[in-house]
């Protein structure tokens, strides 16, 4: 069983559209991560959630949203894609908020052309 | 805000060599993790240190945690192929900051 499961794998869209990621995990945790890797391999949390209640918001464009129905879920928005956005977005999960090792989802590579 | 700055950015060394990674932050830390990335994978978490001085060890892998809680390394000892990858370390603190990683290369 996969432990964190994203979709899609990969994401292939144009500019101005709308699409969204999922990620659900079965580990039982309260807390869920996104965190987007840039082309440098750089990894910048964008949101965090404990509980299904936002607990970190980074700076972050509000074209993007996450909404988490269940402590299981947490899946992240995207409106009016732009170029910028192309990146490997990664879910993660811990038990607890900061003092917990963190379970990653396998990516999701979006590409905005 | 909070940095944690992370050196070198590359590492290429010859299979059997040691590799080190150094994690400085500007803020005291609560705990550091740190955390593994293959080429093409996804983060994985290799160990977390959290009191001070503490040092940690897994096979070929030696932790540290600063007496100040500012700064930790990661050592391997005599290096192989299967070592490939990015090593980020992880800050504790609020908000969640990575360092920019290590990208270790072995050469066999």
């Known amino acids: 069983d996969t432990a964190v499961s994203q979709t899609p794998k990969y994401l292939v869209t144009q500019m101005g559209n709308d699409k969204s990621i999922k990620c659900e995990q079965n580990?039982?945790?309260?807390?869920m991560y996104w965190y987007k890797q840039d082309s440098k391999k750089f990894l910048k949390i964008m949101f965090s959630?404990?509980?299904?209640?936002?607990?970190i918001n980074e700076t972050v464009p509000n074209r993007f949203s996450p909404k988490s129905p269940d402590k299981a879920h947490l899946n992240l928005h995207i409106n009016s894609l732009e170029l910028g956005d192309s990146a490997v977005y990664f879910c993660?999960?811990?038990?607890?908020?900061?003092?917990?090792?963190?379970?990653f989802g396998q990516g999701t590579r979006l590409t905005v052309v | 805000g909070q940095q944690v700055m992370q050196i070198p950015q590359y590492q290429h060394v010859q299979e059997g060599e040691d590799f080190t990674t150094y994690c400085n932050s500007s803020?005291?830390?609560?705990?550091i993790q740190w955390y593994k990335q293959r080429p093409g994978g996804h983060p994985v978490f290799l160990i977390q240190?959290?009191?001070?001085?503490e040092v940690k060890k897994q096979k070929r892998l030696t932790f540290q945690f600063g007496e100040a809680k500012k700064n930790s390394s990661l050592h391997i000892t005599a290096t192989q192929t299967t070592d490939v990858g990015t090593y980020f370390c992880?800050?504790?603190?609020?908000?969640?900051?990575f360092g920019k990683g290590t990208r270790l290369s072995v050469i066999a």
């Open positions: 993660a999960s811990s038990q607890g908020y900061r003092v917990d090792e963190a379970f």
């Open positions: 580990l039982g945790h309260d807390t």
């Open positions: 959630y404990n509980n299904k209640e936002l607990i």
């Open positions: 803020t005291t830390l609560s705990n």
């Open positions: 240190l959290v009191k001070s001085g």
């Open positions: 992880l800050s504790g603190n609020t908000p969640l900051v």
